[in-house]
Structures are given as C-alpha cells and as structure tokens.
C-alpha cells in the first residue's frame, strides 16, 4: 500500500451483526480501519444462515448476504458465556479506539459491556450504538425487523400506488442507507473530535429516527400543512411528464423492461416531443404547460407509453439521453452486474473466500483520488483470525491459546 | 450567530450541490460552517412543493427548509469573470467543496479540482454526479428516478410483473447526500493530518447500486434475479385493522419463538380459533407457506385486527413479545408516545415565514458533542454581502456586483 488510507490505525471492536451494524463498520474497514469482529459459534450472526449461498449450497460460510456486509474484517469467535472470554474482549477494548454494537437496548449492558463499564477500561473510547429504540422511551423494549422499520417510519405507506395496499422499496431500506451512513458520519465526527480534544464519547442512532432524517416531508406537511400524505405511485409532487413506461419485450410473462422519464422545465418536455417526433397528441392544449400536464398526467403517461411500447430499452435511452431528457432503463441485479458505466468504475469486486471461492462484493462509490477505498480481503471464517489476533494484540504464547481453546473460550 | 463548538466547528464547507443538500446539513448540524451557493434563478429545491402553510414562495419549500437549516447563503453567477473570481476568493478559504453540476461544467469555468487545488491544496473537492466524471454514461442527464432505476433498486420495489414504485423524498440524491457525507469526512480527517486534501467522484447510480440489499449476490451465487420478497408465510406481512393496517413477523423460517408469542397472544385474547394457531403444523414455514394456511390465518387474525386501531395491536402485541408494527402515516408518526417522549421533532419561531416550524431533529445522539438545529435556512440572497465582505470586498464592490447582476443581496442584509 503506497498511500497511508485515512484510518489506518484506527481499531474497531466490532459486537455488530446481521444489517445495519456490519455496513457501518465495513464502510471504516474499507478506508484502513482495522475492524476485529466479535462473532459467537452458539449464537451465529443470523446472516449466515440466510441464502443466498454460493452454488444454492446452505451452509454458514456460505451467504452471500453476510459476506457482502464484511469484508476486509477480522473475525474472531468468542464464547461470551466463558468468564475467560470476557477478560479477553476487556483487553481488546483497551486497545481499541471504537467500539459498535446493534444489539436491543441495554444487552451490552448486561454483560457488563455498557458505555460506562466500557469507559472503565478506556477511558478515549468512541462508543457507538444503534438499538431500535434508543435507549429510552415507551417503546424501548420493543422488537422488530428491518421491514417493521420501514412500516414505523412511514415508508410502506408512502410508497405504493394510492388504490393498492402499501408497499414499500422492497428492501429493509434503512439497515442498507439511513442507519449505516448516519452512524458513520457520527462516529468520524467523534474521531475528529478526539483527535482535537482527547475526548471520547458515546454515540446512539436509534433506527426509527434516523431514517426519518432521509423522509422528511411527510412529517412537516402534517405539521404545518395538516396533510397527511398518501402514496401517489410514481407521481411528481412538481413535474410531469415523470415514471416508468414499458419498453418493446415488456410482458406480463415475466419479461420486466420499463424506461423512466422525469421531465422538469419546458425545454425538456419539447426535447422528449422531439425524440418523440413531435406527435399530434403532444400539442394538445391540456399538455402545453407544466401544470395542465400535471393535471391530465394519466392520459399522458398513457399516450407516452403507447409511443415507448415499440422501441428496444437501450435504444431508446440512447434516443433520448442524446436529446438530453432524463431518463433510465430499469435495471435488474443481472443488468446492473453487466453494467458498462458500473464496470468501467470497477464497481463490483471479486474476493477469494476459502469456502465459496471468488464472489462479488461492492466497493465504496466514493472515488478518492488520493486514498481510494481498499477492498482486499473477503468476509471472515467464524474465527478465522481468532489466533492471529491472539498472538498479535495480546501476545498469546501457542500454549495458553491451546489451554484455552481447549476450555471453550473461542467456540 | 453563536460560534459553534461541534465536534467539525473549525471546518468550511462550500456547498453548490442544489438538491443534494442534506450532505451540507449533516455538516452544519454537527458545527462545520456551510455557506451554501445559489445561482441567479436560486437552488431549484426553493421550488419544490409541498410550501408552507400551501403557500408558495422561495422561502417556504419545506424540502428547502429541511435541507438548510444552519446554514449561510449567497446568489452568485459564477459564469460571469467576477462572479468566478469571488467564487475563487471564497474557496481560499474553505476546507470542503461539494458540488453537483454535470461533468465538466466547472472544468470548462476553470473551477474544476486542478485548478482549486493549486490555490488551495488542503481543499477537499467532493462531486456527485449521476454517474460519475468519466465513462459511457457521464454525459446522460439525470434525476433521481434514473439514478434508482439504473442503479437497480427501483427493480426491486414490486413483486413479479408489476409496475415497481418510487419512494417519497428523493432517495437516490439522499443516498448520494450521505456517501458523500463520510467519504468527505473521512477525506477531511486525512486532510487535516497530511496537509492536502483531494477530489471524490460520487455516482448516484452507485450508490444506488451499493442498496441492492442481497440481490446481487442472489444472481452471483445462485443465478436468482430478485425483486420484492413480499408476504411469503402466514403470519408474515400486511394485515388490516380498524384505521390501517399492522405489520406482522410472527412466520419467520424456523424461528419458533416468533410464532409462538403469537399464538399465546391471540389465545389470551380469546380469539375465535387461536387454539388452532398453537397446533404442530403452524410450526413449520412448510405449513406457513401453503395457500391454505396463509388463508386460514387471514380468517382467524383478521376478524381480531379490525376491533383494533394500530396503535393498541402494536402496543398490546409488543408487550406480549409480538413482533408486530403499525403501518404509520406521518400524524401516527407525530402523535407516537416514543417519538413525543424522545423530543426526535424538533421545532423554531421562523420570523421571516410568521410562524412555528417543525421537522425531523437529530439523526444520532452525540454525549459530548451534540447536534444542533442552528439557524434557520438562509433567506434568498441573506448572507451575500457578510460573506463577500469577510473575504475582503468593500461595500462599494458589494453594490457593483449586485448591479452588475454577479450577485443577489437579500434587502435585509444590504
């Protein structure tokens, strides 16, 4: 490595699994921090057992969904319940500048790994934790899932079509984007502050807050408007022309092509007129004008995708990109793997795993010129760097390892 | 305005990114000054709906509002040779540029990273861009709907052949806000230890691409090309109530545990055929996934729900152990007890728009450095002559330029 990466020397004790945790603590590894993941052989991360798995085969060093979420990571196997393991995990701490956890409200305080017990040890540390919550509240104890998040925080009835059910993005959204991001940022805003002052801290993102942080109208129109918003399909609250219109080979047989349009000033609706070839239909009074478009915008996304229906996808986009009108093929993981402008980014990674062999992962779509994100090592074996670590963070001698590994301490 | 003591006070930031403004926020929450740019026809999120109080005016865009708060802001044509100069002065003195025009824009200006670098080597000059400063689609134009469907999240919000759906707020410029929120500050941390700072180039499809969720590794691994998972098992997914609907995770695979405080809640409830519920079969995602079982369900929870409002099932469920959420729109949300009692909405008299403000607070709780609203958002123009100013033009100057049309001076502040 010819350029020192910008976190390099930054270790992290690492008590996070399955979703927004790992993506947090990858997010560090992969500008140089050094990330120590603590993993448990009786209690998995429950990603592990989740598919998809190398060649459909089930296996806990197998998913796909687990190994995208930690790479360049080490991982050690602790078993928490030896009184051993927990004078190791305080050793680690105090060699540790961060320590981050997504378990429930209070669970690291019950083993005695709480902030205060914590800053017992190291007094600097950078604390951060993500229980569901927070830690304080009526709710606090409550449990849920990543999809339960986006029902609490109003997604799956933002998003949808206004005659249906909600619906949502289809993903556990927030575990990928809002609660990763955010405690990233925060956590590097407590490294600078440390770096100033000397001065450790703790930081909580509760995942139904965060999130809102990314979905803000909704709740101000109610506040101030009284509105309560519906879901309004792929409407624009300001524009239209704007969605998603099917493409020649579109079928209800399983062959999903669409296009997207988003006009937004006039000079773009008389460039799509122009790719369109300046249809009769398009000069229709009720069409002239940003607003009459918005008020007749079902008849003409109709009359759009009567005209869209007969071109190839990619030729169409060629078509109109060229006639500068926003637009986009909706893409699917096949589509997106293949993707020139991805692929000329090196986007997509391929890692040697020493049970599924090369697979993919995504690197940073940050591009830093002078330190660019390092994706180098694949997801972790369950403690496959517990020795390692052992012997170089505690100066273990072989034969107390063996001593303990004999014990149980590592299961 | 109070100086800052947050853990980024010290820090400038010049923000010329329009809509992808909740990057600067998160910056200006935490104590970093952003002063924020404007052209002449102002940042385009100014007109975005819904206003407030419906009423619209460049100061009232709620997404404006969001997006700004604890920010300064000036109006400035960079195209015109002083405009570019005073743009040149004001980067002097900065440690973080962001900005959002298309590819090459500000090269052509001679603004682009080689020249802002010389005069200031420690800056860090972030651009997102739809795609990115080079490669096939570098010139495409775009929005956030072509970021999410070229970046294959779009995909995945429906199930089979349905029409998929966008969800409210921008998300790709959202996403593209917070990529670029800790890879300029992971920047910033390197530049303030080596000296010279550097140029991040962020594709919004990207980021988009980097949501996928598992869906790449599915088709990776396993050849699948997912799209929603949808309600798969009974007692999993969407069940109405009496003024919505909850959201139900009780048929989970092989989690027992789910299942059963399910069954023991609608027994104590006596609800007609519970009994049934705590029966071997409803075991097993087997059973759970057959047509008849998802139907039987339906009849058994159903007939419970609709006695029910949301908030008692989320409520009562979840202190049996039920993973069990309601369905909330934004005056649930307002009117939660857990958001009312952690004070998350938080809310300032605006002067200037006559009346109280609210949104969303703090993202994170910071214990010695805490995020703070500040502010509230710059009016059109509001901070010209202070900035312009400080970088050492004169009143004199100040009038010039506002004549000449290089630059707009709020009248308060003229």
């Known amino acids: 490595m010819s350029q020192k990466l910008p976190l390099s020397g930054i270790r992290v004790l690492d008590f996070t699994w399955v979703g927004a945790g790992p993506i947090t603590t990858a997010l560090l590894a992969e500008y140089g921090a050094e990330v120590i993941k603590i993993e448990s052989g009786t209690r998995l991360d429950t990603l592990r057992l989740l598919p998809p798995y190398k060649d459909g085969k089930v296996g806990s060093e197998r998913s796909g969904y687990f190994s995208n979420r930690n790479p360049n990571k080490k991982g050690i196997s602790l078993n928490m319940k030896n009184p051993r393991a927990f004078e190791i995990i305080k050793e680690l701490i105090k060699k540790s500048d961060i320590v981050c956890d997504n378990f429930t409200a209070h669970a690291m305080e019950k083993w005695g790994l709480g902030y205060g017990d914590v800053r017992k040890i190291k007094p600097d540390i950078i604390y951060a934790c993500m ?220 890692l040697d795993h020493s049970e599924m062999g090369y697979n993919v992962y995504n690197n940073s779509p940050v591009h830093m010129s002078k330190t660019p994100a390092v994706l180098d090592q694949a997801a972790p074996l369950l403690g496959e760097h517990t020795k390692q670590v052992m012997q170089d963070l505690l100066n273990m001698d072989e034969t107390t390892f063996e001593e303990l590994k004999k014990q149980g301490v590592f299961d | 305005m109070s100086e800052s003591q947050g853990p980024l006070s010290g820090i400038r930031v010049v923000e010329f990114a329009g809509e992808i403004g909740y990057c600067g926020k998160l910056f200006a929450n935490l104590g970093a000054e952003v002063i924020q740019i404007e052209p002449i026809e102002g940042n385009p999120i100014r ?63 001679n603004l682009g990273y080689d020249q802002l670098s010389e005069i200031n080597p420690r800056l860090v000059y972030t651009s997102v861009t739809g795609y990115g400063q080079n490669g096939p689609y570098r010139d495409y134009p775009w929005s956030d709907i072509t970021a999410l469907a070229m970046g294959g999240l779009l995909y995945l919000a429906a199930e089979g052949v349905d029409l998929p759906v966008r969800a409210p707020d921008n998300q790709a410029y959202m996403m593209g806000a917070l990529h670029a929120a800790a890879g300029s500050m992971t920047a910033l941390l390197e530049a303030e230890q080596s000296g010279r700072g550097q140029y991040l180039d962020i594709s919004l499809q990207e980021c988009v691409a980097c949501a996928l969720e598992n869906a790449i ?198």
């Open chain 1, 131 to 350: 229980p569901l919550m927070g830690t304080d509240g009526p709710h606090v104890k409550y449990r849920g899932f990543g999809v339960q998040v986006n029902s609490i925080i109003g997604i799956l009835h933002l998003t949808g079509f206004p005659e249906k059910e909600p619906f949502g993005m289809g993903t556990n959204y927030p575990d990928h984007v809002a609660n990763p991001m955010q405690t990233a940022f925060a956590i590097l805003a407590a490294l600078r502050h440390k770096r100033k002052t000397g001065e450790g801290q703790y930081i909580e993102l509760c995942q139904i807050e965060a999130p809102l942080c990314i979905l803000p109208t909704s709740v101000m129109d109610y506040m101030m408007n009284g509105r309560v918003e519906n879901r309004q399909g792929n409407q624009h609250f300001d524009f239209a022309p704007h969605g998603i219109y099917p493409v020649l080979g579109n079928n209800l047989l399983g062959n999903n092509h669409w296009i997207v349009l988003s006009v937004q000033s006039e000079d773009e609706w008389q460039s799509l007129k122009a790719a369109m070839g300046m249809p009769e239909w398009a000069e229709q009074a009720k069409f002239t004008a940003n607003a009459e478009r918005m008020a007749n915008q079902a008849e003409l996304n109709g009359l759009i995708a009567g005209w869209t229906v007969n071109y190839d996808g990619d030729e169409l986009l060629r078509r109109l990109v060229k006639a500068k009108v926003r637009a986009g093929l909706v893409k699917d993981a096949r589509d997106v793997l293949n993707d020139p402008q991805l692929n000329y980014r090196k986007h997509f990674v391929y």
């Open chain 2, 217 to 414: 590794q599915f088709y990776d691994l396993e050849g699948i090309v997912r799209r929603a998972i949808g309600s798969q098992e009974a007692g999993f997914g969407f069940y109405p109530c009496q003024d919505g609907y909850v959201y139900l995770v009780a048929g989970m695979g092989n989690n027992v545990n789910l299942w059963n405080a399910l069954a023991d809640w609608l027994i104590k409830h006596k609800v007609e055929g519970a009994d049934i519920l705590a029966r071997d079969e409803w075991k097993t995602p087997q059973y759970r996934k057959t047509a008849e079982a998802k139907q039987r369900f339906y009849d058994i929870f159903v007939p419970f729900t609709m006695k029910h409002n949301k908030t008692y099932l989320f409520e009562n469920g979840q202190e049996q152990r039920v993973t069990i959420a309601p369905v909330n729109n934004a005056k649930d949300i307002c009117e939660d007890s857990h958001v009312k009692y952690r004070k998350f909405i938080v809310d300032y008299f605006s002067e200037s728009l006559g009346g109280q403000v609210f949104m969303p607070g703090a993202p994170f709780r910071l214990s010695q450095t805490p995020w703070k609203l500040g502010t509230e958002p710059p009016e059109f123009g509001q901070h010209t002559a202070e900035i312009l100013q400080e970088i050492g033009y004169d009143t004199k100057q100040i009038q010039e330029f506002k004549q000449g049309g290089v630059c707009i001076v709020a009248k308060a502040s003229s």
């Open chain 2, 47 to 109: 007109r975005a709906a819904p206003f407030y109080k419906d009423i619209p005016d460049k100061e009232g865009s709620l997404q404006f509002i969001y997006q700004n708060t604890n920010k300064k802001g000036i109006v400035l044509d960079i195209e015109n040779e002083q405009g570019r100069e005073i743009f040149l002065n004001l980067v002097k003195t900065a440690d973080l540029l962001l900005e959002s025009f298309p590819p090459g824009y500000l090269n052509k200006l």
